[in-house]
């Protein structure tokens, strides 16, 4: 049978696969060539290369990257706060992808599409995709997220961070009385959305994966003494708020009392770090090493992965990462969401501050306890965690048998953002 015609909507170029979205909107892509003709629209902040436009080409049949510009991109959210429009929408829409994806369904109507975050959704809501079919990843309930940052910041912000949780709910639930399918990061998630939401459409927790070739441990092991330094790593995107405001907590609070047991230090790995973050690098035993073209020969020097935030919605990529190289993790509950690994076996959950000084120095002090939660992490992401493996929920879902889904207008969201 003739491969179907799949719109693909993301509201990041998915290349290179170097923060936690796009990880998964690569993988899906590449997943979903493998059965589908993609044309994929997305939009960017950042400079987009020529060799990375390429590499992503490879896996479609047409691609229109929408550069979003600050000025115009800060006007549409200036405009969005005296309407209804949640910022998130105002800020990734993009005038000439709505004339692209509309070009293209006119010269060969789209079977389906395949809405990577909510943010990406209202390009549908014309007309001209009126009975196209939807398959949203939501990935995580954005609302959630904005919900408890309004509840961690002052005025003005947490006004604004309100604000948004309102009108970004507002968004998920019309998604979820539409959708042919919604998605999410997790079962967890999953439930979050079926109890903040009520959908009436299907919902599924479809996890993340790993490439477990490209993460791996090295060949060869070096013996690490009792009482040798101990490297911590963290990696992730530097500005981002959850982590950094989890490596503000770890470095000022947690590094001095490491800092008493033994000679640990730790490595900060990631895009973009922020002045805050930067900062981090006056403390002792701590270096802010920013970004890097490959994290894995820092996973691969560490003695031990850490992810110590207090917020984070869905499974956290930078983990099964970690795991995957066959380090020992230790993890809060929050970044422990969504990986179903045996805590004290395959990775370390600590809760507060005693947990993670307690955990740190035991494992520290035993390389044969690292020796053996790395190997059992790593075992547990081959198993468990292939791409490949992970994703066949959702390929399963849009090759079913399509129905007509309708897309609502601009008045129920709006209707919808008052409530």
């Known amino acids: 049978m003739p491969r179907q015609n799949l719109l693909f909507l993301t509201h990041r170029f998915p290349y290179p696969p170097n923060r936690g979205d796009r990880i998964r909107s690569y993988n899906l892509l ?13 939009t960017t902040d950042e400079p987009v290369s020529s060799e990375q436009k390429q590499h992503v080409q490879q896996f479609c049949k047409r ?25 998130t929408e105002a800020m990734f829409n993009a005038p000439s992808l709505h004339q692209a994806i509309t070009q ?14 909510s943010s990406m959704y209202p390009y549908l ?15 995580d309930v954005d609302s959630e997220k904005w919900h408890q940052m309004s509840k961690e910041h002052s005025f003005p912000m947490s006004l604004i961070y309100a604000r948004e949780a309102k009108t970004v709910r507002a968004i998920e639930k019309v998604i979820g009385h539409n959708a042919k399918l919604v998605t999410l990061v997790s079962d967890e998630e999953a439930k979050l959305y079926r109890d903040r939401c009520e959908p009436t459409s299907p919902v599924r ?30 990696t992730g995107v530097l500005d981002y708020s959850p982590n950094v405001e989890g490596m503000i907590w770890f470095c000022q609070k947690i590094m001095p009392k490491l800092r008493h047991h033994g000679d640990f230090r730790l490595k900060v790995v990631g895009r973009r770090p922020n002045s805050a973050v930067r900062n981090l690098d006056q403390i002792e035993g701590v270096e802010v090493v920013g970004e890097v073209p490959d994290v894995r020969p820092y996973l691969h020097s560490a003695d031990i992965a850490i992810s110590p935030l207090k917020l984070a919605r869905g499974i956290q990529n930078k983990v099964l990462e970690a795991m995957a190289c066959g380090l020992p ?4 509950p929050q970044s422990a969401e969504g990986i179903d690994a045996s805590p004290g076996n395959e990775f370390w959950i600590a809760n507060n501050l005693e947990d993670w ?31 490949a493996a992970k994703l066949s929920k959702f390929i ?13 207008s601009i008045e129920s969201f709006e209707t919808k953002s008052q409530e």
């Open 357 to 387: 000084v307690d955990t740190l120095c035991r494992l520290a002090d035993s390389p044969a306890l690292r020796d053996k939660t790395g190997t059992a992490a790593r075992k547990l992401v081959e198993s468990s965690y292939s791409w």
């Open 63 to 87: 691609v229109h990257v929408a550069e979003l510009s600050k000025w115009p991109r800060r006007f549409r959210a200036v405009k969005a706060l005296v309407g209804n429009q949640s910022l």
């Open 125 to 139: 809501r014309n007309e001209h995709f009126k009975s196209t079919p939807a398959i949203v990843d939501l990935v």
């Open 104 to 117: 293209w369904h006119a010269e060969q109507a789209f079977d389906q599409a395949v809405i990577f975050c």
């Open 396 to 408: 399963d879902a849009v090759q079913s048998t399509p129905r007509a889904s309708k897309i609502s």
């Open 329 to 332: 993790t230790v993890v809060t």
């Open 30 to 42: 590449r997943v979903l060539d493998q059965h589908f003709d993609i044309s994929l629209g997305c």
């Open 205 to 234: 927790g479809v996890s993340n994966g790993v490439d477990t070739t490209y993460f791996a441990p090295l060949p060869t092991e070096t013996e690490v003494s009792p009482t040798a330094t101990i490297q911590l790593v963290f």
